[in-house]
């Protein structure tokens, strides 16, 4: 009898929750918190980099396509070869056009077919007229998800004695570079062609062909 007046006097001293377990309780739902606020930020900066990756492989395929669709006959050796506009800089990242207005590169350029690029989608162009109008319509698939991406379509020749500008047999590189960020204080393995000549750290995709 006395054991169970001692348990009723216990309960009825036990009221409500104590300070200590609720700044326990804040404590650990505010480590959780955190947690899924760090998953959140790696998988945004994680789908970011996997957009740009897959926007840029497409981009670089179309590039490929393009340069087998234009390749004619070599008059010199026995093989194919492209314009060598199609290694011209100023063709890619609207080199060759200027905005007046502070709008996205996507926003001046691709909207329309500005004056200076040659239409070609109805067939009747040059070569040359050909790998303008491509350098331009790569630049504006490659903006159009990721506004900093730059392109570069480069030849490494075989022969440099030749009267070709990217003899027959030769590798061209198609490259599509970004800048990327580092979060958490982890440094990126960075490949180092996708740095050359760059400030900050770049990602990017290359491909090459050989026609």
């Not at 216990?10 to 918190?33: A, D, N, P, R, Y």
């Not at 981009?59 to 087998?68: H, K």
């Not at 070869?81 to 200027?98: H, K, T």
């Not at 040359?128 to 331009?136: N, R, S, V």
Request: aromatic content about 6%.
């Amino acid at each position: 009898m006395a054991t169970g007046n001692i348990n009723l006097h216990t309960v009825h001293h036990q009221k409500g929750v104590g300070m200590i377990e609720v700044l326990v309780t804040l404590f650990i739902l505010s480590i959780g918190i955190l947690g899924v606020a760090s998953m959140q930020f790696v998988s945004s900066f994680s789908n970011s980099d996997a957009l740009n990756r897959s926007q840029s492989v497409m981009v670089a395929q179309q590039i490929s396509e393009r340069l087998r669709a234009s390749a004619r006959v070599s008059l010199i050796g026995d093989g194919l070869v492209v314009d060598a506009n199609y290694f011209n800089e100023d063709i890619y990242n609207f080199g060759n056009l200027s905005c007046d207005s502070s709008a996205s590169a996507y926003d001046c350029f691709c909207l329309a077919v500005p004056a200076g690029i040659p239409d070609c989608s109805a067939g009747q162009c040059s070569a040359q007229e050909f790998a303008t109008f491509d350098g331009y319509e790569a630049s504006c698939s490659a903006v159009s998800a990721n506004p900093t991406v730059k392109l570069d379509v480069a030849c490494d020749d075989n022969n440099l004695i030749d009267a070709e500008a990217c003899s027959t047999g030769s590798r061209l590189s198609i490259i599509l570079a970004w800048p990327v960020e580092n979060w958490q204080n982890i440094d990126r393995q960075l490949n180092e062609e996708c740095n050359v000549d760059e400030s900050e750290p770049h990602d990017c995709v290359r491909l090459d062909v050989v026609l």
